[in-house]
T-cell receptor, first 116, second 116 residues
């Protein structure tokens, strides 16, 4: 079975500082990895995805994520955080192999708070 | 481009009552998903449709939950009878047809269900 772990329930960072939200995964076969963001009372919004190719993926709002196969990680990063980045972030995984073919599995989420 | 529409946005019912949620996906999106998001957790896939056929309903509690997608467009999710543990946000998402697990999903705002 595939799974996602987001080891930090909360991340706090000062505005202008770099931010990292951590994610590790477990799948059978090659992973497809996603980051979504959820603002209060709104649905999830897609940020970026890794399917294949370059390990550094760039997405919306200046976010990027680095795929590390040996560490089975897909950490979300941003060089300079904004107060408006404060939200709930979800990492998700699917794969083309195993019994969970094509199914998206989400982590439990990380609350990011950016302080002015 | 209009997003995924869901209604109602909020619903309060008593246990053992019935409830139904409606979803209208983005035009042209053949794949439709229903997720359950319990407070403090990531979304959990309940059922996935490709056009009007079910692709995955392995995590749908079929003794009380049912879903249909007539004509491959709108979908309804029903709970009958509801239990206290069904209190959650029910999210609908849609995506374009593509290799399974690769296409990004677009989420609606969700329906917050409270079972008393």
């Amino acid at each position: 079975a595939q799974s996602v772990a987001q080891p930090e329930d909360q991340v706090n960072v000062a505005e202008g500082n770099p931010l990292t939200v951590k994610c590790t995964y477990s799948v059978s076969g090659n992973p497809y990895l996603f980051w979504y963001v959820q603002y209060p009372n709104r649905g999830l919004q897609f940020l970026l995805k890794y399917i294949t190719g370059d390990n550094l993926v760039k997405g919306s709002y200046g976010f990027e994520a680095e795929f590390n196969k040996s560490q089975t990680s897909f950490h979300l990063k941003k060089p300079s955080a904004l107060v408006s980045d404060s939200a709930l972030y979800f990492c998700a995984v699917s794969s083309a192999g195993g019994t969970s073919y094509g199914k998206l599995t989400f982590g439990q989420g990380t609350i990011l708070t950016v302080h002015p | 481009e209009a997003g995924v529409a869901q209604s109602p946005r909020y619903k309060i019912i008593e246990k053992r009552q019935s409830v139904a949620f409606w979803c209208n996906p983005i035009s042209g999106h053949a794949t439709l998903y229903w997720y359950q998001q319990i407070l403090g957790q990531g979304p959990k896939l309940l059922i996935q449709f490709q056009n009007n056929g079910v692709v995955d309903d392995s995590q749908l509690p079929k003794d009380r939950f049912s879903a249909e997608r007539l004509k491959g467009v709108d979908s309804t999710l029903k709970i009958q009878p509801a239990k206290l543990e069904d209190s959650a946000v029910y999210l609908c998402a849609s995506s374009l047809v593509g290799r399974a697990g690769i296409a990004e999903q677009f989420f609606g705002p969700g329906t917050r269900l409270t079972v008393l």
